[in-house]
């Protein structure tokens, strides 16, 4: 599957391109709202202050040096000095970093329980792909779904076992190893999730952030309320979303297809896995700077309409290069294409209806 993948000029220009510099940290200091960290090959972790004088201009400072660029938070601070000693440099790390110093309650007791909740409601959420990938590969291989699905919690009984020995000699994989392969897919696919038919299923931040970027294209293409001056800036971020949630939704429907052929997924994942993991990777850093760009523009449309365009030209001229990749005479995907978009509607129906097949189950026993 990947070959064509791989081969496909969209796709191919994305993954050839060269790789965005570092990751966005989220400091609260307005003038720090689009720095970035990156580990240098030559002066290791520097801090790219990308429009830090307001006029589109990046700066490059060691890490080390940035609070003596600008005045810090406590907030701020602690970012900056767990960021430099964990050495984190792309989006997954710096998230990590954020995680760690809520739930160590370095950012404040509020900010604390809510990532304590949220990190329970991840845990349980791991459980609940892993589960409906293990449902979704054996029903994919003959077992009786609405049999595993009654009691998925007796996975010894004599339904599971043959569903299992059924699985295991039709992609010639051990069941150990499938329920190993198939929790390293779970563990893998936390920053996308699952698609499905109304949010049935939890979905992953990669895939809201990628509907986010959607709807934020819609909305300012449809925007009325500003002025002749800063309607191009305004029009050319707006189509610079537009490219890059297309790049996404490419992207997605591609991942989505290798959960929809769980089989062959788990059979080649000695070689799927590696082309995944790049996959998501580069996906995330490609979505990485677009929280803070679409929460600055719309500050910039509430804003004075005298600086308004000032400050879109200024946003304009640091939006993300992987915008430009989806270029005009890039060869579309058509709806025989592998990564159609019908393959995250299948997908969503298929997911949804094992879960929703669970859901039941579970309201039964209680």
Not at 72 to 100: I, K
Not at 117 to 144: K, Y
Not at 286 to 295: G, Q, R, V, Y
């Amino acid at each position: 599957m990947w070959d064509a993948v791989l081969s496909s000029g969209i796709i191919g220009k994305w993954l050839g391109s060269p790789r965005p510099r570092g990751a966005i940290v989220p400091f609260e200091a307005p003038q720090l709202r689009m720095a970035r960290v990156c580990d240098d090959e030559r002066d290791g972790l520097i801090a790219i202050l990308r429009d830090f004088a307001n006029n589109g201009t990046a700066y490059i400072v060691p890490w080390a040096s940035l609070p003596l660029m600008v005045s810090m938070t406590d907030h701020d601070v602690a970012l900056h000095t767990a960021v430099g000693e964990c050495n984190a440099s792309t989006p997954e790390q710096v998230r990590s970093v954020v995680r760690d110093l809520a739930l160590s309650g370095a950012l404040g007791p509020e900010v604390k329980a809510r990532e304590t909740e949220r990190a329970e409601t991840d845990r349980t959420s791991l459980a609940n792909v892993e589960l409906v990938l293990i449902l979704h590969l054996l029903d994919s291989c003959g077992g009786d779904l609405a049999t595993l699905a009654a009691d998925p919690g007796r996975w010894r009984d004599v339904h599971a076992k043959t569903a299992a020995a059924a699985a295991a000699t039709a992609l010639g994989v051990g069941r150990r190893e499938i329920y190993r392969r198939i929790a390293e897919l779970a563990k893998l696919l936390t920053p996308v999730g699952l698609a499905s038919a109304d949010d049935a299923v939890q979905s992953g931040w990669l895939r809201a952030l990628h509907n986010e970027i959607e709807g934020f294209s819609e909305s300012s293409t449809a925007v009325q309320s500003v002025s002749p001056d800063a309607g191009p800036h305004l029009a050319a971020i707006a189509e610079a979303a537009k490219r890059t949630a297309r790049i996404a939704g490419i992207v997605l429907n591609m991942l989505d297809y290798a959960v929809l052929d769980i089989g062959g997924t788990i059979r080649r994942w000695t070689t799927e896995r590696p082309v995944l993991r790049q996959a998501i990777d580069r996906l995330s850093l490609t979505l990485d700077e677009w929280p803070t760009l679409m929460k600055s523009v719309r500050d910039a449309l509430r804003g004075p309409p005298g600086e308004m365009t000032v400050q879109l030209q200024t946003l304009r001229s640091v939006l993300p290069p992987a915008s430009d990749i989806d270029a005009p005479d890039s060869k579309p995907m058509t709806d025989d294409d592998e990564g159609s978009p019908s393959v995250s509607q299948v997908l969503g129906t298929r997911l949804s209806a094992i879960w929703l097949m669970l859901s039941a189950s579970r309201r039964t026993r209680q």
